[in-house]
């Protein structure tokens, strides 16, 4: 069964400082991508990072990593250097050779001053 | 370039009342899908399309229609609104295959009273 597994219902980080969101995964399928959503007060949906499944090398994408762990099945988000702006939810999703997209139910990311 | 257009951003209706949710992308994504969001439940997919004339259940079917006459158009039909299907519902849309992520409306938020 595919299924995406966020075990942070909330984080803190201070400001300018580096926090880790985790996402674990299921599958069985050869081919897969992971992605990242931030989700802020402002209810939009955007789009932060992917990386696929063959990809060699983390992805990332100016202050977003996502360290890929293949054999762990995992996909934690590292944003560094943390901004007030930063505060949001995050979702971990999947999407695999099926098309159908697997979300996880999200990680609530607080930045504080 | 527009991107994924969601009509209205907010609606309240009287249980019982129907209508339609609007949803046009302009980026000829095959894949289009209508997801509900209640706090504490993450993103429930209601249904998908993965091109014109071919549509699918998702997880959370009942009291919705959904019809693909064009690659662009995926409108959303609430049949008798209840209580119940109060929520925020996002359109989203994608090229076919595992690499390619999502890319969100911004949401409607639907009040049934």
């Known amino acids: 069964a595919q299924k995406i597994t966020q075990t942070q219902p909330g984080m803190f980080v201070q400001e300018k400082e580096a926090v880790t969101l985790d996402c674990t995964y299921d599958?069985?399928?050869?081919?897969?991508?992971l992605f990242w959503y931030k989700q802020p007060s402002s209810g939009e949906m955007i789009f932060l990072i992917y990386?696929?499944?063959?990809?060699?090398q983390n992805a990332t994408e100016g202050r977003y990593s996502l360290n890929f762990q293949k054999a762990r099945k995992s996909a934690n988000l590292v944003i560094s250097a943390s901004q007030l702006g930063d505060s949001a939810m995050y979702f971990c999703?999947?999407?695999?050779?099926?098309?159908?997209?697997?979300f996880g139910t999200g990680t609530s990311l607080t930045v504080i001053p | 370039n527009a991107g994924v257009t969601q009509t209205p951003k907010f609606q309240v209706l009287k249980t019982g009342q129907s209508m339609t949710l609007q949803c046009a992308q302009d980026?000829?994504?095959?894949?289009m899908s209508w997801y509900r969001q209640d706090p504490g439940m993450g993103l429930r997919l209601i249904h998908y399309?993965?091109?014109?004339?071919i549509t699918d259940q998702g997880e959370v079917p009942n009291g919705y229609n959904v019809s693909r006459s064009t690659t662009e158009d995926f409108p959303l039909r609430l049949l008798s609104a209840a209580p119940s299907q109060t929520s925020v519902y996002f359109c989203?849309?994608?090229?076919w295959g595992p690499g390619y992520g999502y890319t969100f409306g911004s949401g409607t938020r639907l009040t049934v009273v």
């Open positions: 989203a849309s994608s090229y």
């Open positions: 599958t069985s399928d050869p081919s897969y991508g």
């Open positions: 990386q696929g499944s063959y990809d060699q």
């Open positions: 999703a999947m999407r695999g050779t099926g098309n159908q997209f697997y």
């Open positions: 980026m000829n994504h095959e894949y």
């Open positions: 399309s993965v091109g014109a004339g």
